[in-house]
């Protein structure tokens, strides 16, 4: 079973680094403008689109993965809210240029063509869009065989370096970037369930019981637990130019 499967059958809605609670942290250290169009892509079961829109915002969510979007609209649907959930492709995004004003990331870029995709992020931010990608990044050089079955585990289309990532923002057609809350790679979904319970979470019908499920997150823990001082995670802020 792939990572990405285990968390659809899970319906897990915060598996980014740092969970909700670092969802929750950005957002109040960077409120996002009112009246902005927003698109969230890899929105997965629609949890933070729905905090949003239940703060007056008007969000677009994208997902790859039809399983998860199921998932979003039901929630959306429980807790009253209109939202807007797009199947796609993050390097292949199904919008017209310029059609957002802030795009949020959590712990997606790196699933596909990291390049290619923060070009499709630029070309869909209005001029003078945001852009906010938590992301995990490598912290020093790891042995090649070590980062191939990180990739192959998560299905990444790749990894960059802290300093590789603002280098691809600017190459994608971003004006100026930051790098925000740089942290080591640390489990968290435990703690954070606790701190933020996900009352909508949806788990599949015999996933707590699928052997499938359990070797998957055994070998995920596994996995971090041998490259924490190789793999970190920040928040990369970007602004696309005005012109």
């Known amino acids: 079973m792939s990572y990405l499967d285990m968390l659809t059958r899970l ?43 239940k703060q007056g915002y008007t969000i677009t969510g994208l997902d790859i993965r039809e399983e998860m979007l199921v998932k979003a609209r039901a929630r959306a649907e429980k807790e009253g809210l209109a939202i807007s959930f797009v199947q796609g492709s993050i390097d292949a995004l199904p919008f017209a240029d310029g059609s957002f004003d802030v795009i949020l990331a959590e712990s997606v870029t790196n699933f596909a063509d990291i390049r290619a995709t923060l070009r499709e992020y630029s070309r869909v931010l209005s001029p003078g869009g945001a852009l906010y990608d938590r992301e995990v990044m490598l912290l020093q050089p790891m042995p090649e065989a070590e980062y191939e079955e990180i990739v192959r585990f998560f299905g990444f289309g790749g990894l960059l370096s802290d300093a590789e990532w603002p280098q691809a923002l600017m190459a994608a057609g971003f004006a100026r970037t930051e790098t925000w809350n740089r942290s080591v790679f640390e489990e968290h979904l435990g703690e954070d369930q606790e701190r933020n319970p996900d009352l909508l979470q949806v788990i599949d019908q015999g996933a707590i019981l699928d052997s499938k499920v359990w070797r998957t997150s055994i070998e995920h823990d596994e996995l971090i637990g041998r490259n924490r001082e190789t793999l970190g995670y920040a928040l990369f802020i970007a602004v696309k130019g005005e012109s």
Do not use: D, M, N
Not at 29 to 38: A, D, V, Y
């Open 11 to 53: 319906g897990v809605g915060s598996a980014h680094p740092g969970g909700f609670s670092a969802t929750l942290h950005q957002l109040q250290q960077f409120p996002l403008p009112e009246g902005s169009r927003i698109l969230e892509v890899g929105c997965g079961t629609g949890r933070t689109a729905c905090y949003l829109a």
